[in-house]
């Protein structure tokens, strides 16, 4: 007898990442990535990162290497409560859950919070990875929407109310992924009490707020509302991806369940990996090895913005981001990106079309471009390939219109 696999209901909302994808495309020779929200590997601290691996299995080798605490190792745990101080929260090391990167700690979030049929709320556009973390739950994305702040107050106030009522509003304040905007201090202060009004807690993703390049960005929404507030935090952009390490902070009535669920998912982070990225940061590492991450990425950021002033045709529209990693850029009437991609990859140039980070209503005409993991000339030479590319499609799209 053959045997059928029965597949689960949430399995069939399962879909694979459109980045992930892209980037197998781009392997090939040739190709300038612009896609892959990647890290530059010029930031990783290889000897620091060496150095710690030598002391931890030296000086713990039976603690580094044995099964560890599901809620993560508690110095790490201590340093992370006292890190978010300068973003004005005041956090218990007992409410830190260390995760296996915060992508994690989006998928604890869902398996606690979200119910098929219940509303979440999400910006528009988002994270492609929230809503591939949040999908197979089943909710109803609540598209808020946002302008070049982020989400609009009155969005909130007007989500659902009603049972099973909005479980929560999933946001990046901090150079936003893709559209790389900020958060100003007005507009935190206006959503959060929206969001008390509307009984519509936050879920705060926060990885890219330490790569600001002139000015940091105000205080976490998490500050002005601590109790209704869950806040996610990574150690990829700042040290290494390759880690897998993140944390979650949580109002202690939520927290036990959310240990519940990272028991159920992996028992724990990995202890070594933990107690390594402790001993490298534990003495003040990252107060002088970010800003050269910042450094770095500015330099790359004003060589995309000058690539785009020189090579895009007019009717682009974007702004230059502030901080964190992308350019998001909404192309001229006529124009599809995801339909440009396979001629822009044959070209040398991969982009992420953007329509993949809507919750409902995709806007074809935008495309995401990272800015970090090229040099400036590398840069200018894809930008300029892409606007090669876009005149060309906006010079076919007038002679083919009727």
């Not at 099973?164 to 507009?187: D, E, I, K, W």
């Not at 807690?201 to 940091?216: H, K, Q």
């Not at 440009?340 to 209503?361: C, D, K, M, R, S």
Request: glycine share 8%; proline share 10%.
């Amino acid at each position: 007898m053959t045997t059928v696999w029965t597949q689960a209901r949430r399995a069939t909302r399962m879909n694979p990442s459109i980045i992930r994808e892209i980037l197998k495309v781009t392997e090939k020779p040739g190709v300038l990535s612009m896609a892959g929200g990647l890290p530059s590997a010029d930031t990783f601290p290889v000897n620091e990162l060496k150095a710690a691996c030598d002391r931890v299995l030296s000086q713990a080798p039976r603690e580094a290497l044995q099964y560890a605490a599901s809620e993560g190792y508690a110095p790490l745990r201590e340093w992370v409560a006292a890190r978010v101080a300068s973003l004005g929260m005041t956090v218990k090391p007992d409410q830190v859950l260390i995760t296996s990167g915060s992508q994690q700690g989006l998928d604890l979030v869902g398996k606690i919070l979200c119910d098929a049929g219940a509303p979440v709320a999400v910006e528009t556009p988002t994270y492609l990875g929230a809503l591939q973390a949040f999908t197979p739950f089943e909710p109803i994305f609540a598209s808020l929407a946002s302008d070049d702040q982020g989400p609009r107050p009155e969005a909130i106030r007007a989500l659902p109310h009603d049972a099973p009522g909005t479980r929560f509003s999933y946001l990046l304040p901090n150079y936003q992924n893709p559209t790389g905007r900020v958060m100003g201090a007005q507009r935190r202060v206006d959503v959060v009490e929206a969001s008390r009004r509307a009984g519509v807690p936050i879920v705060e993703d926060n990885p890219y707020g330490d790569l600001w390049f002139d000015e940091p960005p105000p205080d976490a929404l998490s500050s002005l509302w601590p109790e209704g507030s869950l806040y996610l935090g990574s150690f990829s952009k700042v040290l290494t991806p390759g880690f897998r390490l993140g944390y979650l902070i949580a109002p202690p009535e939520l927290y036990p369940k959310l240990l519940q669920a990272k028991q159920a998912a992996d028992l724990h982070t990995p202890g070594f990996n933990q107690r390594v990225v402790h001993e490298v940061i534990r003495n003040g590492f990252l107060d002088s090895h970010i800003p050269t991450i910042r450094a770095l990425y500015k330099t790359n950021r004003d060589a995309m913005a000058a690539a785009l002033r020189d090579y895009l045709p007019p009717g682009c529209d974007y702004l230059s981001p502030k901080g964190g990693m992308f350019f998001w850029i909404r192309l001229p009437a006529g124009l599809d990106a995801m339909a440009l991609l396979p001629q822009a990859v044959e070209a040398g140039i991969a982009f992420v079309p953007g329509a993949a980070f809507y919750a409902h209503q995709p806007d074809p005409r935008t495309l995401r471009l990272s800015f970090v993991t090229l040099t400036p000339e590398l840069i200018r030479e894809g930008v300029e390939k892409l606007g090669r590319l876009l005149h060309e499609a906006l010079a076919l799209a007038v002679e083919t219109a009727p």
